[in-house]
DNA sequence: TGATTATTAGAGCGATCTCTCTAATAAGCT
DNA sequence: AGCTTATTAGAGAGATCGCTCTAATAATCA
């Protein structure tokens, strides 16, 4: 049979419309968690009809895992534009602040989607392959620095990269637990620990300064430029 | 109207039986989360039919409010233990090994709270004031080991236990991410930050022993006796 | 024992969930 | 224009949710 009067489908409009519905998911999984937000709220906040919405997912899980994987390329992204960074220390600090230490409401999912993980297996295996993917971003440069003399030779580059990634998690909890938080000086504060962690053990001392700290920062890890 | 046939209620085995809920319950959450266990699933658990449940919690939120006061009173009861070691940070480190370095399902609902309390102000009121009790130990213990000279005295104490505290929630996500993880390696990395983030500038450097460390281990800080 | 009440079981109500289905409309082709 | 298909709307099916209600049973008193 021969078919003639076709129309085709803008594969251009439809991905547009596809991330205008994602972002109204991610809105409502912010807000009432995946579990909490229903697809009548997604198409409510996207203002498209319930039908409307299985024609660009398949399934609800289906828009979770879009925002995972989305929400993971960003991520990505982030840590090799810190690497990247002519001072990777700083760079680390100043992420932390912006998006962990300042409430921003989208941390609240990676919360979600690490708890999750424990339970779902399929949610467990994106997570460990991003992790390791980020892990050995970070081993790498600490490789790099080790020979450089940047950073204590003694420590194991994995290792301390997965307590670096702890650190990241764990800094997301801050602004929960303490809504008040002094930012200035938990940066501050992140920042001894980690240059007294990394530094090689021969190095001077590095000394906080809680009142004045215009000169004698801390040292500081360079990239080569 | 004189009442004679009374029969009493017996608070002891009342208060049993709410305990063995209370424990189905908990099952249930680790395994599905706050949302996604319902009260059938906790009566099946239970082995209580639905009617039943409700002589003992008025609520499905009555339920989860008893379980977060629960694991609330365990954990300032955990930190106390801790805290009143001989040696603190080793006495910290053997518990992140075993309560959060080694998968423990239970673990699961901190993130679960914590995610709870980003979203809604009630739960967020009960986790903002126990952490508010539990940095108060932690600086009070920080402030006594500034004045022996066991611990940096330009460190502020709040600020520093808010790092602790963001440090073991993050130490809490290492297994999730990576279920391979080295334990001992890790907590060996963990002591070695830890110590040179809190040790006095001008005391003797620490260095990691990757291969043996029989002697020569990183300096303790050790409670008055 | 008999009266009284605590305890238990389970049916099921109203609301809400994810997802499907039909039908009306808009848009691209010749 | 006229045909075909993409797009949209919305009702609602089927399952499950938290929770209530009635009634049967067990336990404790005089």
Request: proline share 6%.
């Amino acid at each position: 049979m021969e078919m003639s009067h076709l129309r085709k489908v803008d594969p251009v409009k439809h991905e547009q419309k596809r991330g205008e519905i994602l972002g109204a998911a991610i809105r409502c999984f912010i807000r009432d968690g995946f579990r909490g937000a229903s697809t009548t709220d997604i198409c409510t906040e996207a203002g498209i009809s319930p039908g409307h919405l299985y024609h660009y997912f398949p399934s609800k899980v289906a828009i979770i895992e879009a925002m995972i994987d989305l929400g993971l390329a960003r991520s990505t992204e982030k840590f090799e534009k810190i690497l990247a960074a002519p001072d990777v220390i700083e760079a680390l600090l100043v992420d932390i602040e912006e998006t962990s230490l300042r409430f921003r409401p989208a941390q609240i999912l990676n919360l979600d989607g690490l708890a999750e993980a424990a339970r779902n297996p399929e949610f467990a295996e994106i997570i460990e392959r991003h992790t390791r993917a980020v892990r050995r971003m970070w081993s790498d440069f600490l490789r790099q620095a080790q020979d450089r003399g940047r950073v204590d030779p003694g420590l194991d580059p994995d290792a301390t990269a997965n307590i670096l990634i702890a650190l990241i998690d764990g800094s997301r909890a801050m602004p929960i637990r303490n809504p008040k938080l002094d930012i200035k000086q938990s940066v501050e504060h992140l920042r001894t620990m980690l240059v007294r962690f990394l530094n090689p053990p021969d190095a001077q001392s590095v000394a906080i300064k809680p009142r004045i700290q215009k000169a004698g920062r801390p040292l500081k890890l360079v990239r080569k430029r």
